[in-house]
């Protein structure tokens, strides 16, 4: 599936929401449900610092040399938010990932939280997303 | 409505801020951020309104009648403020940006002349950056040491150790009259006496004091006390730092430009007597006039109606939040001032502010800008919920139905 395609997928689980709440108990979810990242990758290294919460984030290639994603945070809204970037770009190509156009976010109303005013280091985790894109391209693995 | 609450007329102060009287995401906005940043009544709107619309101009140069206007309307804050704080001169009461701006100009200007090395400076646990850093930069530039007061687990100094750092004799002691974080009410005069008997000179960041407190820098005996406007219903970008005469006469000028000097040459100039010395360049006169307007609007119900009113609002938020599963207070001072800072379980503050946000309830979450502080009690941060003169025991009840919600959600 191509990062259009996902996301139009999770544009279509959020129109069965009817309000706020149904929305973020499924956000919650997501944040419970994500994978949690390699305890080797949750170090300094790998840590995007917002003032008020934390993101890990680590990539890796895969053989076909798309990007896997993993990621981790502190705050489970944000957690849910990063299952939801990370389900849309992870196992895509890096220069997909480095020109993707994440237009999902606002179509599902939660755009407020990558507002940088928020500091909750998810605009930093999609520019880290986007940077190891644009470093992977032109790179085999 | 409670008896009480019939005495001091909420609804009618209320009435006076327009901006509480909206929907966020859907629901009536309910705000508890006042520790951050206080709203603004119509009077204080309406003054800078007023300035713009009809005497704005430049001050203190110009011999037409706008600036005389405008002139007389600035310093007639400076007088009030003089009042307010029961200062014992005008020229003591220095314009500035804000709190965090007289602190730098106390580090600056008589932190540059007077640190020197192997100096110690005394700040306390509950210290705002702001009251931190600019310690740090003068300390860092003349080899001096900072030391910390510490704290007990209710979130108040430790009254004996300070005693004993204090034997150490230090230059400076910096400490906030009430802490923004936790809402603790330091005993000012108490600790400014003990340090003035070491010698050491007092700078107390009165930002969160102001507007709940009736603050008298001659009882309190203090070198210093800065605070900000906009805490305290007026604008942002204005604050005031009061000084004790004899020690800022007897200190260099920080910033240097118009307004400042007496007379200037290509290769020196003499400088211009307090206040304006440290005030140089055309400064923020609307928010200045509008600060004036702020001060009366707050005696005009009286501080020390606003502080019970807002007493009986912590009381009854506490009560309720009491019987919330996990509710963990931080910080139980004796001495607290509107401030009700705290946790639940193991809820992430930032997960709980937003779903709080959801329900059109503002309350700040994070480290409030006290990162030693949150480290020292072993906690990410806090939410914390801020009362001010205009909120209401309706709006609490909301918000705990908000704050249940929230936490049913996130367990």
């Known amino acids: 599936m191509s990062i259009e395609e996902k996301q139009q997928e999770v544009i279509e689980e959020f129109a069965f929401f009817d309000d706020w709440m149904q929305k973020y108990e499924h956000i919650i979810e997501l944040g419970k449900e994500l994978p949690l990242i390699d305890a080797a990758s949750k170090d300094e290294d790998h840590l995007i610092k917002g003032c008020q919460s934390r993101v890990w984030l680590n990539a890796e290639r895969s053989d076909d040399g798309n990007v896997i994603f993993t990621a981790d945070s502190d705050a489970i809204i944000t957690k849910g938010m990063i299952a939801l970037m990370v389900r849309v770009l992870s196992g895509q190509r890096p220069e997909d990932i480095a020109n993707a156009d994440l237009h999902f976010v606002k179509e599902i109303g939660l755009h407020e939280h990558l507002s940088p005013t928020r500091s909750n280091g998810l605009v930093s985790m999609i520019k880290q997303m986007k940077f190891y894109g644009v470093a992977f391209q032109g790179t085999k693995q | 409505m409670t008896g009480t609450e019939t ?13 509480l009287n909206q929907e966020v995401h859907g629901r009536p906005l309910v705000y508890f951020d ?41 310093e007639e804050t400076r007088t009030k403020v003089k009042a307010h704080l029961n ?6 009461i220095i314009f500035t940006y804000g709190t965090t701006d007289g602190i730098n100009l106390i580090a600056q200007s008589w932190g540059r002349k007077n640190i020197t090395a192997g100096d110690l400076i005394l700040i306390s646990a509950l210290e705002h950056h702001s009251n931190m850093v600019p310690w740090q930069i003068i300390a860092e530039e ?16 430790d009254q004996e150790a300070y005693a004993e750092l204090l034997q150490d004799e230090p230059k400076l002691v910096a400490f906030n009259h009430v802490s923004n974080a936790l809402g603790t009410v330091n005993p000012a005069k108490a600790m400014t006496a003990a340090a003035k008997q070491t010698g050491a000179t007092v700078v107390i960041d009165g930002a969160q004091a102001i507007p709940h407190l009736q603050v008298d820098v001659q009882d309190l005996d203090c070198d210093f006390y800065a ?28 910033r240097g430009g118009g307004e400042m000097i007496s007379s200037v040459s290509y290769e020196r100039s003499t400088y211009n007597d307090l206040p ?47 019987a919330i599963d996990g509710m963990r207070f931080i910080g139980t001072a004796k001495e607290k001032a509107g401030v009700i800072s705290f946790l639940v379980g193991d809820i992430h503050p930032y997960d709980l502010g937003t779903l709080l946000d959801q329900m059109g309830v503002a309350v700040r979450t994070g480290h409030h800008c006290t990162e030693p502080l949150m480290n020292r009690l072993g ?7 801020s009362f001010g003169a205009y909120n209401t025991k309706h709006e609490i009840d909301r918000y705990i139905v908000a704050l249940e919600q929230g936490v049913r959600m996130l367990s």
């Open chain 2, 7 to 19: 005495t001091y007329n909420v609804d009618r102060v209320r009435a006076q801020f327009p901006i």
């Open chain 2, 34 to 74: 006042n520790a951050a940043s206080s709203q603004k009544p119509t009077a204080v709107i309406e003054a800078l309104r007023e300035y713009y619309n009809h005497y704005h101009s430049n001050i203190h140069r110009g011999v037409h009648h706008l600036a005389q206007l405008a002139t007389s309307a600035y």
């Open chain 2, 87 to 92: 200062a014992s001169a005008r020229e003591e």
């Open chain 2, 142 to 157: 003349k080899g001096a040491q900072i030391k910390v007061i510490p704290l007990n687990d209710a979130g108040e100094l």
């Open chain 2, 227 to 254: 605070f900000s406007g906009h805490k305290a219903y007026g604008p942002t970008g204005v604050g005031i730092l009061y000084g004790k005469r004899e020690v800022l006469e007897a200190m260099p000028p920080w």
């Open chain 2, 276 to 322: 304006y010395k440290f005030e140089a360049g055309t400064p923020n006169i609307a928010d200045g006039i509008a600060l004036g307007v702020a001060l009366d609007w707050m005696n005009g119900i009286g501080i020390s109606a606003i502080a019970q009113h807002e007493h009986e609002l912590t009381t009854y938020a506490t009560e309720q939040m009491q």
């Open chain 2, 379 to 385: 906690i990410p941060g806090t939410i914390r919920v």
